[in-house]
């Protein structure tokens, strides 16, 4: 009892001291301004810049072909006898099904624009509902898969309904940190109309690769092969898709994280220590030098982060179920090792610092872990709501599609529904990423100098501080309870052994 109660004393110092210690770090700054050791900016990641480039222009001209193939004629190319004999016929034009994916295009562009102009007066509520009605809007999916003999795709749809159901039951508590957060993301964005303007050029950007890409995709929906040659080539071209908008939305990220960043340092974008045109230089770094760190950290980031917070979600409800806590726990350390080197927060290092992209996310993570903002980190949930927000868009969009392709061709609406989903998931994320943006910028700063954020605002550093003191202390309970019950078990063990 007196070795727990000793644990208990250093744990609960612990805490303290790490809270201590992040506001005392801050008494460096109290003057309002701070120097930033930043690295030459030389280019970084070159070679997954050049996979990138080379991907592009090989995907492009894959694209054209299989898109005029068919186009007003059937097989123009006369590509057809090269898998006649592997597949069968089933012959269409690149025109029938090219409009379905306009239509996702215009509906995710229309989703995301509305949300960046709704964006400072009701993206709290907006953000809410998208949380809510998701459970629901996967399950009416489900049902109108089943309703088309789709027995496979409903069953897919009833399990994401659950598992988004079973998510957001887990971390319900956590909802209003998160709400909070958001909230405050979007009042510093909302001050930044430039950010806004780039993200609606990049979603212009966006679109005239789609159009290339849909041509392409409606082709292979329209060709002569059967169901499996076409969903391998689909895959492949989604994947493609998937990584071009991860590399669009985080370039965005880093731009906007390069601005906030700046404000956040320099006291105000009034300042008269703010640099001269700080958006252009921002977004120069981010299309040159930084541009193969974004390409490389946006093959593997979004996929890590999505694991993490499923783990996460499972791991606090499992209870005292040790065999099921020792294999979530595995995956969970598994996962925590990559995004030591796989992580969003590094965006902003490459941002402001110009380093490459694993130095950046190693660099970030050691810093939470070493000031204690790793812990609110990992009890903030804005990451995950702002997907919901993404993928309720997307399916919104994919919706649209599906019903018109069910009225041309009933066999083909998966094909079209689910691409088209994609295209709008990227689109809206183009807007989402604005806040995300915010949000990692405003833990970095936290996690480098708390004073930074109490200058911009006092109330929501103290509700911060308060927070990350309650979720340490909470740490050092699980700690205390897991060394009480190990010495419980090894005591036991000890009897038993004796009695023998």
Not at 115 to 134: C, D, E, F, P, R
Not at 275 to 295: D, E, F, Q, W
Not at 428 to 457: F, K, N, Q
Request: glycine share 8%; charged share 15%.
């Amino acid at each position: 009892m007196n070795d727990s109660q000793s644990f208990s004393s250093t744990s609960d110092s612990a805490s303290i001291a790490t809270v201590d210690q992040t506001v005392g770090r801050s008494q460096r700054s109290t003057d309002g301004s701070q120097t930033i050791a930043i690295e030459s900016r030389n280019w970084r990641d070159v070679f997954w810049l050049g996979i990138f480039i080379i991907h592009l222009v090989g995907l492009g001209f894959v694209l054209a072909v299989l898109g005029i193939n068919r186009f007003k004629k059937s097989d123009r190319l006369n590509i057809d006898r090269y898998t006649e004999r592997l597949w069968e016929n089933k012959p269409g034009l690149t025109e029938t099904y090219w409009p379905m994916y306009a239509v996702a295009g215009g509906v995710g562009t229309v989703l995301g624009w509305t949300w960046l102009l709704l964006l400072g007066s009701h993206a709290n509520q907006m953000m809410k509902v998208s949380v809510h009605i998701l459970t629901t809007y996967l399950a009416v999916i489900s049902v109108l898969c089943f309703w088309c003999d789709q027995v496979f795709w409903g069953v897919a749809f009833a399990i994401a309904a659950a598992i988004q159901f079973l998510y957001v039951i887990s971390v319900i508590d956590r909802l209003p940190f998160t709400m909070l957060v958001l909230q405050k993301a979007v009042k510093m964005v909302w001050g930044l109309p430039e950010v806004m303007r780039v993200a609606y050029a990049f979603m212009g950007v966006m679109l005239l690769w789609m159009a290339i890409w849909s041509f392409g995709a409606a082709g292979v929906v329209a060709s002569s092969m059967g169901d499996s040659g076409r969903w391998w080539l689909l895959v492949v071209l989604s994947v493609s898709l998937f990584w071009t908008g991860a590399v669009l939305c985080n370039t965005v990220h880093v731009i906007v994280s390069g601005m906030v960043f700046l404000v956040l340092i320099h006291d105000g974008r009034e300042s008269g220590s703010m640099p001269h045109n700080p958006l252009m230089k921002s977004l120069r770094y981010a299309v040159t030098t930084s541009l193969g760190s974004i390409c490389y950290g946006s093959l593997f980031t979004a996929a890590i982060r999505t694991l993490r917070w499923e783990i996460r979600g499972v791991r606090s409800k499992i209870g005292n179920n040790e065999c099921l806590l020792c294999c979530v726990d595995f995956l969970f350390h598994l996962v925590e090792t990559l995004v030591r080197f796989f992580n969003k927060y590094a965006y902003v290092q490459i941002a402001v610092y110009g380093k490459g992209f694993n130095r950046s996310a190693r660099d970030a993570w050691e810093l939470f872990q070493s000031t204690g903002v790793e812990a609110l980190i990992a009890y903030d949930c804005s990451g995950a709501v702002l997907l919901m927000c993404t993928l309720l868009g997307g399916l919104i969009t994919g919706t649209c599609s599906g019903v018109w392709a069910y009225t041309k061709s009933k066999d083909r609406v998966i094909m079209v529904g689910s691409t088209a989903m994609l295209m709008g998931m990227v689109l809206v994320g183009l807007a989402m990423v604005v806040v995300e943006s915010a949000v990692t910028s405003i833990y970095i700063c936290y996690a480098e100098d708390p004073l930074l954020i109490h200058r911009w605002d006092a109330e929501f550093f103290n509700q911060m501080s308060e927070t990350l003191h309650q979720r340490l202390q909470h740490r050092s309970a699980r700690a205390r309870e897991v060394l009480t019950h190990n010495n419980l078990n090894g005591h036991a063990h000890t009897q038993e052994t004796l009695s023998v």
